[in-house]
């Protein structure tokens, strides 16, 4: 049980365009998502959190207007990368948790972005 | 606030050897605490999680992590390693009161030698 899944894996875009990733909880009814940017051989650092239907609540110095957050229903929330840069090339993992006591998340196999 | 140290970012061991990977917390309520293992290009993987209760846990995989509240740690241990385990092994710890805060350690890689 407890499986996310993330689509796609990898995408290459252009400078400039938007990119959404998806993140599907598809066994369970997920309260909370989060969504995570890796970087090269370092650890996960905390983008954002969205709970279903409520506005996503994002950590200081993450633009929430270049990384948009939906969460539209207890199984679904994604991550769009609006007017990419190359900077913004990255490892995005979501996960996923649901409602108490249910403490451990749940990751997805991350998506890998590259913008060139 | 909580924070993560994993000493030792590269662990080498010989297949069949201990595994021993470090992790020291700092928290100021009680933690709740998990190791995650993270294989290439791929998602984390809950092994294991200490939240109340029994301070020995065990996971999958033949992982089990202790907690100790005198020496802030939870350190993971397999008795022997198989070659399958190679990969990056992330501590965790968030509060029981905010259960959105993971505070991730930099990650232990792992390497198994045949």
Known sequence: GAVVSQHPSRVICKSGTSVKIECRSLDFQATTMFWYRQFPKQSLMLMATSNEGSKATYEQGVEKDKFLINHASLTLSTLTVTSAHPEDSSFYICSARGAPPYYEQYFGPGTRLTVT | ?114
């Open chain 2, 1 to 114: 606030a909580q924070s993560v140290t994993q000493l030792g970012s590269h662990v080498s061991v010989s297949e069949g050897a201990l595994v021993l990977l470090r992790c020291n917390y700092s928290s100021s309520v009680p933690p709740y605490l998990f190791w995650y293992v993270q294989y290439p290009n791929q998602g984390l993987q809950l092994l294991l999680k200490y939240t109340t209760g029994a301070t020995l846990v065990k996971g999958i995989n033949g992982f089990e992590a202790e907690f100790k509240k005198s020496e802030t740690s939870f350190h993971l241990t397999k008795p022997s390693a198989h070659m399958s385990d190679a990969a990056e092994y992330f501590c965790a710890v968030s509060d029981g009161r905010n259960f959105n805060k993971f505070y991730f350690g930099s990650g232990t890689k792992l390497n198994v030698k045949p």
